[in-house]
């Protein structure tokens, strides 16, 4: 394991509460740490600040010093510091943390203001809240509430703006619910490097808008959706199909490639309804790819596989590891392992290919890297493999060799771990001169040409970790059962590892983890349980020499050749 760097610490006073934070830590944020909430609506972390919508105000004060020797002076009634006020409110999302900041944040004069600013923005604002889809999660109604005056002076006709414009294909804007404060335009240009949003006209008539001709269509577009702290700009996919409250949230890894962006899977009485990005810092910020939250309809896919199956007939889990047996024991068998699979699942892959005695392969899948959050590498575990040891060095993308051993009668049976052998060079021939033991998902050439089928679980229906392109360890939890009929791969791959002569090994994960960890030194002193939410960091120093496939991504670089160094 790897310990992050400690930073400089400066000690600020909020609200009379001293607290030591980073320095340069945002005063909103030094505030949370305190408790303190700073309202704001164009202030977002990970955007550059504008300062356009005034609801962060603050006091702000720094410590007196004497202009000419720069002593402190001293406040004779408290025989502290004095500190010197500032006399207008400051905002807070342009403030940063310096040595002896002071900050107030509950004065009359910081109230009278907030209710101006929220007076303002709700002059125009629909009473739309019953049949918004982002009540719930609706910075403008819970601020109304905290921070508003509780009552309406404008009796004035309200602006009447475009509703329901279409964006993009996955982004709707009523632009009568925009607080106009640009984080979406913002985000477009300076993160998703898509400068496709822009206002138009002055004052009250300001409405945004995509640029003539142009479209909100790049795969970040969802982002947009997250950030906005109204219900201006909605998901096409989810709007108005359940209400934020009832959903229960569950954190989870984007499979699409080695980036592994931190999700949270929302899902009520076993249906998923949405994925949204997780913040972690080091690796994606607080955004995802659009692409990574469609992959929940998987759980619901009709060719989902729902049953035990040997030669093509339903049968029972333990009657199906059982015929495996009987094929491992001649002999001749291979593993085709995943770069999909979590490290507990490529842990007990390697158990099995080790109690056979056979050679294991890996399916590597390469696609074109976005420099953002999706990798070259389409596989989000490929240093998983490498970590547990189920292969050392790094997979092609077409099983020649198993083709080859195939061919050469030196393979009988194979072992597939979520890989669709078609689907990764083996003809219908070979397939046909070999018996499939297939675990898996869903049907594909391989489960239909496979002897025995055992149905497992999507990375929603399961818990466990994967290794990111960092040597990043990441927990995802299971969300949502899975399907009658499905076996947690851990279970299936338990079971295998018992019925080839590998022993007993714990399918639950916790223990599993034990004994991972007695195993790989790698993983050090870790557990699966104190895993924290954003990951631990491998030494990945026993694999530099090998050529990843990555290029730069939001918060990765590849390591330069040596003769560069
Ligand atoms: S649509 Fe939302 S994010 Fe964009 S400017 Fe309006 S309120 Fe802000
Ligand atoms: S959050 Fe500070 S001005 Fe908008």
Redesign the pocket.
Known sequence: MIAPPKPELVTVTIDGKEIAVPKGTNVIEAARLVGVDVPH??YHPKLAVVGNCRMCLIEMGLPAVDPATKAPITDPATGKQKVNWMPRPQIGCATNASPGLHIRTQTPQIKDCREGVMEFLLINHPLDCPICDQAGECKLQEQATGYGRGYSRFIEQKNVKPKRTLLGPRVM?D?E?????????R?AKDVAKDDV?G?IDRGSYST?TCYPGRKLENNYSLN?VD????G??TSTDFRFKMRVWFLKQTNSIDTESSVGANTVVWSREGVIYRVTPRRNDEVNDTWMADSGRTLYKQVRADDRLAAVKINGTDSGLDIAINAAATLFKAGATAIVGSGRSSVEEQFLTKKLAGALKAPAYLVSRVGEGDGLLISADRNPNVRGALVTGLIDTLPASRLTDLAAAIDAGRVKTVVAVGEDLAAAGLSAAQLAKVTVIYIGTHANATSAAAGVVLPALTVFEKSGTFVNQQFRVQKFLKAVPGPAGATDDLVVLAKLVAAAGGGSLPAEINALWKVMAAEIPALGTMTFANLPETGLLLDAAPWAALPFVEGGTLHYQPAKPAAAV
Do not use: G, H, K
Request: charged share 10%.
């Open positions: 609506y164009c804007l632009d619910r925009c607080v106009l404060c640009s984080r979406c335009i985000f949003l206002f945004l947009t950030i906005c702290p109204v201006a700009l």
